[in-house]
T-cell receptor, first 112, second 113 residues
């Protein structure tokens, strides 16, 4: 089954404790992105990647890092999480620009 | 700065009625306008999309109307069903070799039986 898999689905952590949210897709897609979803703001892009070793900032990249060492994986790293990063996070992949984006199930992160 | 403005925030429709959600954009370089549907606990999923060379696209009960001169597009759900109850997001993007979707704030639709 074609899918984007995120882990974990739920995470509660404390301020400053480094964490990684994993994302993997099995559709051989070139493009991958991370979004955060907040009430009243829709989804906002954090980082995107056009191919292996090619990443760039989206609209809200502060406090986040990503890497793309393999085509299928695109982890999101929060090196020092803060409460304002409490949000619902989605990973997405697509075959190319301006085509259907496939989203993962989401990761609900709470930073206390 | 919200480049894609979506309204209303929430919408209640009776079963069988028509649901209408509107979006307006500012950047005339946008050339792809998808609508995503999201159920609770799930990720958004593409519902229907349109490109600016057509004014309307219909897929089953779902229709996108696109007005390039007004920089507006809307989603119409005909014969709305309780199973359509979800959050709907409009989005826009530019084909610059990367896939950056700019989303609206979302509309929570409730279809009452």
């Amino acid at each position: 089954e074609a899918q984007v898999t995120q882990n974990p689905r739920y995470l509660i952590t404390v301020t400053g404790k480094k964490l990684t949210v994993t994302c993997s897709q099995n559709m051989n897609h070139e493009y991958m992105s991370w979004y955060r979803q907040d009430p009243g703001l829709g989804l906002r892009q954090i980082y995107y990647s056009m191919n292996v070793e090619v990443t760039d900032k989206g609209d809200v990249p502060e406090g986040y890092k990503v890497s793309r060492k393999e085509k299928r994986n695109f982890p999101l790293i929060l090196e020092s999480p803060s409460p304002n990063q409490t949000s619902l996070y989605f990973c997405a992949s697509s075959y190319r620009a301006n085509t259907e984006a496939f989203f993962g199930q989401g990761t609900r992160l709470t930073v206390v | 700065q919200q480049q894609v403005k979506q309204s209303p925030q929430s919408l209640i429709v009776q079963k069988g009625g028509i649901s209408i959600i509107n979006c307006a954009y500012e950047n005339t370089a946008f050339d792809y306008f998808p609508w995503y549907q999201q159920f609770p606990g799930k990720g958004p999923a593409l519902l229907i999309a349109i490109r600016p060379d057509v004014s309307e696209k219909k897929e089953g009960r779902f229709t996108i109307s696109f007005n390039k001169s007004a920089k507006q597009f809307s989603l119409h759900i005909m014969d709305s069903q309780p199973g359509d109850s979800a959050t709907y997001f409009c989005a826009a993007s530019i084909n610059r070799g990367y896939n950056k979707l700019i989303f609206g704030a979302g509309t929570r639709l409730a279809v009452h039986p």
